[in-house]
């Protein structure tokens, strides 16, 4: 769960819409829990559970990689 957390987080920062961090809290949740597909859609609406279907699997992966460069680049340039 902390992973999800400092992932909404991140994209948070970076300034992603309430849709994106929705979806980056959320985006193991399809795999690793009890929640399905249609629960997120009826909860959080078709963007959210689109985005989350989505980023399933090792390409999701890779764009957090590249966040999370990102976002130390902006904090190493924020605080020099």
């Not at 992932?7 to 849709?19: D, E, Q």
């Not at 279907?53 to 190493?76: A, D, N, P, Q, T």
Request: glycine share 8%.
């Amino acid at each position: 769960m902390e992973h999800c957390v400092e992932t909404a987080v991140l994209l948070a920062i970076i300034g992603a819409n309430s849709s994106v961090v929705a979806a980056g809290l959320l985006h193991d949740s399809l795999d690793d829990s009890f929640l399905s597909y249609d629960y997120i859609f009826k909860t959080f609406g078709a963007g959210v559970a689109d985005l989350v279907e989505g980023v399933r699997g090792k390409s999701f992966s890779c764009f957090l990689m590249s966040l999370s460069i990102y976002c130390v680049c902006v904090c190493i340039y924020i605080y020099i």
